[in-house]
């Protein structure tokens, strides 16, 4: 598909979020097409997120199965965003299974808001939900990666972390084309 025709979608400014929850794994199962829709919408609008173009429904599902497994297991804690009608607007999770000498920290990964519920404060919400929980599950040193020069290398240093550095060619582009990352961590 031609980059024209994944162009994002207007905004939503009636979009309300009904709430955040950190969702177990009956949950999980119950949003998975919620959660697929979500990875769907990010990855055609760009983001680099561990995916290449062309994006199949079945290879978000098999991604959500695995992060299901990780929370059934409690190496993960996984973060929604829902409007006021239930449908899943972003999702943040947070990675906790560590070695034995990092037991203190964890990574975050694939924040994701859906291209037409974005810059209305729902990443930021998120990221503020990611500090409660990694507090919660006694981890003070968070750390993540990022698109250097994306949204989310300017939300990130809004927030309060700290840019570690960067990486060139660190990963590729739904697209194929290559990027740097900028690697950030943060104290809670």
Known sequence: ???????????????RLRRLRRLGPDELMACLEGLCDLLLDCVEGGASISFVWPMRRDKALAF????????????????????????????????LAMPENQVHRADVAKVLVLRSARRLGIARRLMAMIDDTARAEGK?????DTV???????????????????VPRY?????????DATIFYKHV
């Open 64 to 95: 959500w199965h695995k992060a299901l497994d990780g929370v059934r297991r409690g190496e993960r804690a996984l973060l929604v965003a829902e409007d006021a009608s239930g449908r899943i607007v972003g999702t943040a999770q947070l990675l």
């Open 140 to 144: 003070s040193v968070l750390v993540l």
């Open 1 to 15: 598909m031609p980059a024209a025709d994944r162009s994002a979608e207007p905004l939503e400014p009636s979009i």
């Open 171 to 179: 990963a590729l582009m739904p697209d194929g084309a290559i990027c």
């Open 148 to 166: 250097t020069g994306s949204d989310g290398d300017g939300l990130y240093a809004a927030l309060g972390w700290v840019r570690v550095g960067v």
